[in-house]
């Protein structure tokens, strides 16, 4: 099981790496392909849609195929999307490889995380999100490296789809370990895949739902206009604003690795409501008005620490909420919803902050946090586990 499990992690990694890639790229693809720099967000959204479309069909894949194969091809077919990328000529072109880009990220996401949420304890399941903060964190570099020499972009992509192709053999190759982790009390287990309708029929549903919703809505927000909120209402220099943006997600990738040590001993709802109580602490640190600007950089930190736990401690308790019969189609859903809060709501802020005031970002921030516990509190309530 060791050796599967270095293998899953893997899976994340190769999750995590191309999702910086774009956003780094753009301002040099942008004026080569000679279109508006608004044309991203094409890209971006059809990458997402491919993201919640596999999101949502994912435990008919997973019925059909297992998440050993799911996952294997998820990650080939994003090796050959990012390898398009790299050989693209013309804006449309970049569009049609956005399709299988999010069609395996959202595969790949839903198969993996409903695995370990069955087969490992809470440990692994932070981990392993700390693993996807880890091919999140290199790919800027790798980006970085490339443009440095006459701005190839395109060899950046090239990397990326290479080691993405690497992983996806490994992957193929480990198939056999995938069959000893399940026994075969969970085989029989297997039942056909929920349609849309069972899902929503199960109790408690749309608070876990309305919660990913929430809990991403922050994540997407923060990683989006953090950086202009702290040039805009904190007077920062843009590179610092730059790095000091990443307190929040660096909190947040350490505080995966961190709670990995301490997740099995607090269990899944003691490790959610503890995050928020520290996303809740930080935040606050964050839109108190006249404090040093140190203050509002340590809150955004606490913030991200904070946020780290949440997210997979809801993965991982969702076998014993919602049942492992259920598991896979709740988890997909999930996801689902996951991706819609972290695709529309920075562009909703964005027009928020146009209209009225960017100062309003923590407070925004804070609001979704409300939401995101409160949703939790009544998933809890409806469904009385002890995990």
């Known amino acids: 099981m060791t050796l599967l499990l270095c293998i899953i992690y893997l899976g994340f990694v190769a999750l995590g790496l191309p999702d910086s890639l774009f956003g780094t790229a753009w301002p040099i693809l942008q004026p080569q392909l000679d279109v508006p720099l608004s044309f991203a967000g094409f890209v971006t959204m059809t990458i997402s849609g491919g993201t919640i479309l596999a999101s949502l069909l994912s435990d ?3 019925y059909r195929f297992g998440a050993a194969k799911v996952t294997a091809f998820s990650v080939l077919a994003t090796a050959l999307a990012l390898l398009g990328f790299s050989k693209a000529t013309a804006f449309w072109q970049l569009v049609a490889c956005a399709v299988p880009l999010g069609l395996g990220a959202g595969a790949v996401d839903a198969a993996l995380n409903n695995y370990v949420a069955l087969h490992f304890s809470s440990r692994h399941m932070s981990w392993l999100h700390c693993f996807w903060g ?3 964190s290199v790919s800027p570099y790798i980006m970085g490296f490339w443009l440095s020499r006459d701005l190839r972009w395109d060899r950046a992509y090239l990397t990326v789809g290479c080691i993405l192709a690497v992983m996806s053999v490994l992957l193929f190759l480990s198939l056999p370990l995938w069959k000893t982790g399940e026994t075969n009390a969970e085989k029989t287990q297997r039942t056909a895949p929920k349609t849309l309708r069972q899902i929503a029929a199960l109790p408690g549903i749309f608070y876990v739902l309305f919660s990913f919703f929430a ?3 922050i994540e997407g927000v923060a990683f989006a206009w953090t ?13 610092s604003a730059a790095r000091f943006a990443s307190l929040f997600y660096l909190g947040m990738t350490f505080s995966r690795f961190v709670m990995g040590f301490f997740a099995d001993r607090l269990g899944d709802k003691r490790s959610i409501y ?3 109580a520290l996303c809740f602490l930080g935040l606050i640190l964050a839109v108190l008005p006249g404090l040093p600007v140190w203050v509002c950089l340590a809150g955004l930190l606490i913030a991200g620490f904070g946020c780290g736990p949440i997210y997979p401690s809801i993965i991982h308790a969702t076998p014993d909420v919602f049942g492992k019969e259920n598991s896979q189609a709740v988890v997909g859903v999930q996801m689902a919803a996951a991706y819609t809060g972290t695709t529309f709501m920075p562009p ?3 027009v928020i902050a146009n209209r009225f005031s960017l100062s309003l970002f923590p407070f925004f921030l804070l609001g979704f946090a409300v939401l995101g516990f409160g949703f939790i509190r009544l998933l809890y309530r409806k469904r009385a586990v002890s995990c």
């Open 60 to 62: 008919r894949l997973t």
């Open 134 to 136: 880890v091919g999140a």
């Open 215 to 217: 809990y991403c809505a």
């Open 227 to 239: 950086s202009s909120y702290l040039v805009r209402e904190r007077a920062l220099p843009a590179e």
């Open 274 to 276: 503890l995050g928020y």
């Open 348 to 350: 909703l802020f964005g």
